[in-house]
């Protein structure tokens, strides 16, 4: 499979809706495993086994278990995330904003969105951008505050859609890595917000 790779800047057609979906919420793809690190440490001569019967050998090739990522509906927390205490407000949103779009409820996914970004996005531009589309893989990779004190969101997804209705109308599947720039609504959740003109999106055929 030929993996194509692509960065999306600013004015998306739709305003918003690809903007955001489509275009201009991502932050740089990270779909590339990261290198594992080998260490080697010098081993002194040790008895063949230790009072309990336990060799040391085995003792120290014991691998403690890796902990099970937490999910909020279809949204699964990274590792990375688990520890923050935004974590699960923002993941919560964030099973709301997949939700919406699965269900291509344009009511849902508009009251998502701040005053200004509801505005400028209208329902044929909903539709057009997300008619097709089934998004899956949820993952919430990163947590941190942007310049402007909203919190930014990374997270990872997979998406599902007529070839016609994607990025580059020629993709059925699309693995995404974006950010959504998340402000507080006042009712213990949030509203996605304006992202910072600088902001580029990436996506690469699954």
Do not use: K
């Not at 200004?116 to 941190?144: K, N, V, W």
Request: hydrophobic share 35%.
């Amino acid at each position: 499979m030929v993996a194509v790779a692509a960065v999306l800047t600013g004015a998306g057609t739709g305003g918003w809706l690809l903007a955001s979906h489509l275009g201009n919420h991502g932050a740089s793809l990270r779909l590339a495993p990261a290198a594992a690190e080998h260490t080697t440490a010098a081993v002194t001569t040790a008895p063949a086994s230790s009072p309990d019967g336990v060799s040391p050998s085995a003792a120290l090739s014991t691998t403690p278990p890796q902990p099970v990522p937490q999910t909020v509906g279809t949204v699964t927390l990274s590792q990375d995330v688990t520890q923050d205490s935004d974590a699960q407000p923002v993941a919560a949103f964030l099973n709301q904003y997949f939700g919406a779009i699965n269900s291509h409820d344009y009511q849902s996914y508009r009251a998502l969105l701040s005053p200004p970004l509801q505005e400028g996005l209208t329902q044929a531009q909903f539709a057009s951008g997300y008619r097709t589309t089934a998004d899956s893989a949820e993952t919430l990779t990163g947590i941190s505050t942007a310049g402007d004190g909203d919190l930014a969101a990374d997270v990872t997804f997979t998406s599902h859609q007529d070839p016609a209705d994607s990025v580059d109308q020629t993709q059925s599947c699309t693995d995404w890595a974006i950010t959504l720039f998340l402000s507080p609504d006042g009712n213990g959740s949030y509203l996605i917000d304006q992202q910072p003109s600088s902001y580029h999106a990436s996506y690469q055929a699954c």
